[in-house]
């Protein structure tokens, strides 16, 4: 019996193409670069603060960018693994990491019912700039995750997107915060944190249409 060639079939295979395999390296790098350059854009817009820089700044100033680094480091590693998912994958490291940044905003908090007067007599003019430059730094990695993400197939999106968001903006304030010379718990555990906060509603909830396949 002859069989009767299936131009469909044909016209399927001349439309394929060769796709390069996602390397988790590659992905790591790319969000490397675009940390490297908002702290670059932080320096020339802002100008980075010397004094934390040079190791003479109040121990929280290390503590607060140290655990927005690496709860932003964690996620960033966890959201480029899901572009390339596969059986038994498990992203735990972004919840403790993140677990462990927030003794930065409690502490905060606890210092801040503490002090006399209470939060009534707190008063932080550069609080809300903070918050808004931390949110404007975190556009560099959020694109570059995001770009990262839609070249691959993560599989739960609301997931992914929501440690886009913590990713992005805990790595975006830890880079900001090398410019500010404010350095008491209070300013950087409430103003230097409150962007990851926005950061994981916002990539819940917004990013998830950009990355459906």
């Given at each position: ?16 193409a060769?796709?390069r ?10 969000a ?16 980075l603060?010397?004094?934390g ?6 121990p929280?100033?290390?503590i607060?960018?140290g655990?927005l680094l690496?709860s ?6 966890a ?14 490291g ?11 905003p ?24 903070c ?8 556009l560099?990695v959020t ?12 599989v ?10 913590v ?7 830890a880079a900001?915060?090398?410019?500010c ?14 962007p ?18």
């Amino acid at each position: 019996m002859e069989r009767v060639p299936n131009p469909l079939v044909g016209q399927l295979a001349n439309d394929l193409a060769p796709v390069r395999t996602l390397k988790l390296r590659d992905g790591l790098a790319l969000a490397v670069l675009a940390l490297v350059g908002t702290v670059l854009l932080v320096q020339l817009v802002e100008g980075l603060w010397m004094t934390g820089v040079y190791g003479h700044a109040s121990p929280f100033f290390y503590i607060g960018n140290g655990l927005l680094l690496a709860s932003g480091a964690a996620a960033a590693v966890a959201v480029v693994s899901m572009a390339s998912p596969r059986v038994g994958n498990r992203y735990e490291g972004p919840k403790w990491a993140m677990a462990t940044a927030a003794v930065l905003p409690v502490a905060a908090l606890v210092t801040l019912l503490a002090q006399p007067g209470g939060p009534a007599a707190y008063h932080d003019e550069h609080g809300i700039y903070c918050l808004v430059a931390g949110l404007v730094c975190s556009l560099l990695v959020t694109g570059a995750l995001v770009h990262w993400l839609r070249r691959g197939a993560p599989v739960s999106i609301s997931t992914a997107g929501l440690l886009t968001g913590v990713a992005a903006t805990a790595l975006g304030s830890a880079a900001y915060g090398l410019s500010c010379p404010i350095d008491d718990v209070m300013h950087i555990g409430l103003w230097h944190a409150a962007p990851v906060l926005v950061g994981a509603i916002a990539g819940r909830f917004l990013l998830p249409p950009l990355l459906k396949w």
